[in-house]
């Protein structure tokens, strides 16, 4: 009985979050989205090559990490760990004004859920992303 109750549970659950995907604007625009977005493409910038270089990944869950520190010199690091950290508060801000903006702030888990698979899907080859079962190089 536990069982097959989970698996309700389970299922119920999944078919909740693609409804919340289906019916999520992603796409939806603010002006403190429209900031944040303008602040991840400037940054873009400083990210770009040390994706190249396997130094940062971007994780399951929609964000970045340094992946292998070892690949930047030891003087850049803690600048990489504040660009770092600064493009995954910007990501976790965005995240939550988007379900905000779509009226619905408990989708901020769905809605960050989606943008993990987006950034993924579209991550360039030879970048290193990361899945289940750990990091890959796309």
């Given at each position: 009985?536990?069982k097959?109750?989970f698996?309700?549970?389970?299922?119920?659950?999944m078919?909740?979050?693609?409804?919340?995907?289906?019916?999520?604007?992603?796409?939806?625009?603010?002006p403190?989205?429209?900031?944040?977005?303008?602040?991840?493409?400037?940054?873009?910038a400083q990210?770009?090559?040390?994706y190249?270089?396997?130094?940062?990944g971007?994780?399951?869950?929609?964000m970045?990490a340094?992946r292998?520190?070892?690949?930047v010199?030891?003087?850049d690091r803690a600048?990489l760990?504040?660009?770092?950290?600064?493009?995954?508060?910007?990501?976790?801000?965005?995240?939550?004004?988007?379900?905000?903006?779509?009226?619905?702030?408990?989708?901020q888990?769905?809605?960050?859920?989606?943008?993990?698979?987006?950034?993924i899907?579209?991550?360039?080859?030879?970048?290193?992303?990361?899945?289940?079962?750990?990091?890959?190089?796309?």
């Open positions: 009985m536990k097959m109750l698996s309700l549970l389970l299922i119920g659950a078919f909740a979050s693609q409804m919340v995907v289906a019916a999520a604007d992603l796409e939806v625009n603010t403190a989205i429209s900031a944040i977005k303008g602040s991840m493409q400037s940054r873009h990210l770009a090559p040390h190249a270089s396997g130094a940062v971007l994780t399951k869950d929609g970045v340094v292998d520190a070892n690949a010199p030891l003087k600048s760990n504040g660009v770092v950290a600064a493009e995954n508060a910007d990501r976790a801000k965005l995240y939550k004004e988007i379900a905000t903006a779509n009226g619905h702030p408990e989708w888990a769905e809605i960050q859920s989606t943008f993990a698979t987006r950034w899907d579209k991550a360039q080859g030879g970048w290193w992303v990361q899945d289940a079962s750990g990091w890959t190089k796309k």
